[in-house]
Nanobody, 118 residues
Framework: QVQLVESGGGLVQAGGSLKLSCAAS????????MGWYRQAPGKQRELVAGITSGGTINYADSVKGRFTISRNSAWNNWNKVYLQMNSLKPEDTAVYYC?????????WGQGTQVTVSS
C-alpha cells in the first residue's frame, strides 16, 4: 500500500508563490503516475498537474506557465513530488491533493489548503 502526505499549503497574497510537497511511502514501485488535484468549495475536484514514470508532464490550461510539477529523483529512486506555484491568483484557492495511480487502487493524500487573497 502507498501512503501520501502533503505539506506546504498556506495563505498567500495574489501574485505570490507556494511550493507543495507530497511525500510517498510504502509500495512506491507500484506507482506509474503522480498528480496534483485541487477542489474549491462547491466545485468538482480537478487535475492540476501530472507526471508519469516516463517523465511525461501535463498541466491544466488554467495553470500552464505558472505551476511546475517535479520529483526529487529519477522514477526508480524518488519519494517526493512537488508543485511549485507562482503568480498565484485568488481562483487558485482550494484544497490541493496529491494522487498516485498504478498497479493498486488510486491513492489520495489528506489534502493541504491553499488560500490566495486578493
Amino acid at each position: 500500500q502507498v501512503q501520501l502526505v502533503e505539506s506546504g499549503g498556506g495563505l498567500v497574497q495574489a501574485g505570490g508563490s507556494l511550493k507543495l510537497s507530497c511525500a510517498a511511502s510504502g509500495s512506491i514501485f507500484s506507482i506509474n503516475t503522480m498528480g496534483w488535484y485541487r477542489q474549491a468549495p462547491g466545485k468538482q475536484r480537478e487535475l492540476v498537474a501530472g507526471i508519469t514514470s516516463g517523465g511525461t508532464i501535463n498541466y491544466a490550461d488554467s495553470v500552464k506557465g505558472r505551476f511546475t510539477i517535479s520529483r526529487n529523483s529519477a522514477w526508480n529512486n524518488w519519494n517526493k513530488v512537488y508543485l511549485q506555484m507562482n503568480s498565484l491568483k485568488p481562483e487558485d484557492t482550494a484544497v490541493y491533493y496529491c494522487n498516485a495511480e498504478g498497479i493498486g487502487p488510486t491513492i489520495w493524500g489528506q489534502g493541504t489548503q491553499v488560500t490566495v487573497s486578493s
